[in-house]
């Protein structure tokens, strides 16, 4: 079963306006963190944001913010005010770490293109 | 510190030759990650490590695959006989425990 699903294959965004990119998990442990990653094109893997499972408030980074809903299993990436160097693959990623010892996987990931 | 280094960074081999892949975590992290990443099955984890010990290998595909990490500074990652199917970019990852993993540049494999 796929325990992190992005159902966002490709998105669109203008430059400068905002995008949601949408994720959603499945664990039953009761600790454990939420990450989104960054891959352009040149294929390095950036690290964007993190959020616990206890964090009280979302996290934000810069433009990056997490839309973090425990009850409903979702951690959207928002991307205020898009740029072209935004354009990318996007990786949303779960650590757990009581039931599974720290094991970090990976959803299909998002490719967001930026339009001028 | 450098990051985490891989090495090398490309590969080509032909079919049936042995592979090693090798990776050079941040120095103090606990964690060490290996990942494979293709258009078809996305960023599929093969093996961890934590403090040096295996910890989950269900994600290695057979038993051509093997990986090894014989201290905190190093580690391998084997195929052996390579198979065309095996032709991905290898990824290696590492971290302290519950924070992000930060990612080596990648080995970018092509089997023939």
């Known amino acids: 079963a796929q325990k992190i699903t992005q159902t966002q294959p490709g998105m669109f965004v203008q430059e400068k306006e905002a995008v949601t990119l949408d994720c959603t998990y499945d664990t039953s442990d009761p600790s454990y963190g939420l990450f989104w990653y960054k891959q352009p094109s040149s294929g390095e893997m950036i690290f964007l944001i993190y959020?616990?499972?206890?964090?009280?408030q979302n996290a934000t980074e810069g433009r990056y913010s997490l839309n973090f809903q425990k009850a409903r299993k979702s951690a959207n990436l928002v991307i205020s005010a898009s740029q072209l160097g935004d354009s990318a693959m996007y990786f949303c990623?779960?650590?757990?770490?009581?039931?599974?010892?720290?094991?970090?996987?990976f959803g299909q990931g998002t490719e967001l293109s930026v339009k001028p | 510190d450098a990051g985490v280094i891989q090495s090398p960074r490309h590969e080509v081999t032909e079919m049936g030759q042995e592979v090693t892949l090798r990776c050079k975590p941040i120095?103090?992290?606990?964690?060490l990650f290996w990942y494979r990443q293709t258009m078809m099955r996305g960023l599929e984890l093969l093996i961890y490590?934590?403090?040096?010990?295996?910890?989950?290998d269900s994600g290695m595909p057979e038993d051509r695959f093997s990986a090894k990490m014989p201290n905190a500074s190093f580690s391998t990652l084997k195929i052996q006989p390579s198979e065309p199917r095996d032709s991905a970019v290898y990824f290696c990852a590492s971290s302290l425990s519950q924070v992000e993993a930060f990612f080596g540049q990648g080995t970018r494999l092509t089997v023939v």
């Open positions: 120095s103090g992290h606990d964690y």
């Open positions: 490590f934590n403090n040096n010990v295996p910890i989950d």
């Open positions: 990623a779960m650590r757990e770490f009581y039931n599974q010892g720290g094991k970090l996987i």
């Open positions: 959020q616990g499972s206890y964090d009280q």
